[in-house]
C-alpha cells in the first residue's frame, strides 16, 4: 500500500528511485552520465536536501540549481523534450511509490520548476508555442 511523502527517508527513496529511472533512460540519461558527468556521490545528497525543502520547509539546501542550469545549457543545448521527459519521469516515480497530499504537491512543484528552468533557460524569454 502507498503512503505519502511525510519523511526524509522518503524522500531519499524518492530521489534515488527516480535518479536510477533518469539515468538509463534514452531521452536525458546521457546528458546526466557523459554531459555532465554528475557524482552521484556528491549529486544525491544535495538533491535530498533540495526536495527536504521544498517540501517540508527545511532549511539545508545549499546551491544555485540555475546556474548549474545555465552552465550545463552552454554545454549542451537543453530542450523542451529534455524536461519534458524528466517531468514525466518524476511524476512516474512519485506514482509508482506514493499517494497523498504531500506527493501530488511534489509533482506540482516538480512542473513549476522545470516549465521556470526551461522558461529562463530558453533565452529570450518567449514562449514557444507549436507552428501550424
Avoid: C
Wanted: glycine share 6%.
Amino acid at each position: 500500500m502507498k503512503h505519502d511523502i511525510t519523511t526524509r527517508q522518503d524522500i531519499e527513496f524518492l530521489v534515488n528511485s527516480f535518479y536510477q529511472k533518469v539515468q538509463q533512460d534514452p531521452i536525458i540519461g546521457h546528458i546526466f552520465t557523459q554531459i555532465a558527468q554528475v557524482n552521484w556521490d556528491h549529486h544525491l545528497p544535495k538533491m535530498y536536501d533540495f526536495w527536504e525543502t521544498i517540501l517540508f520547509g527545511q532549511i539545508g539546501f545549499k546551491g544555485n540549481p540555475m546556474e548549474v542550469h545555465f552552465k550545463l545549457n552552454q554545454k549542451y543545448p537543453l530542450e523542451q523534450k529534455h524536461f519534458d521527459q524528466w517531468k514525466l519521469l518524476f511524476n512516474a516515480t512519485v506514482e509508482e511509490h506514493f499517494e497523498g497530499e504531500m506527493a501530488e504537491q511534489a509533482k506540482q512543484k516538480a512542473l513549476s520548476i522545470a516549465d521556470l528552468m526551461f522558461f529562463k533557460i530558453s533565452g529570450d524569454g518567449q514562449i514557444n508555442l507549436p507552428k501550424g
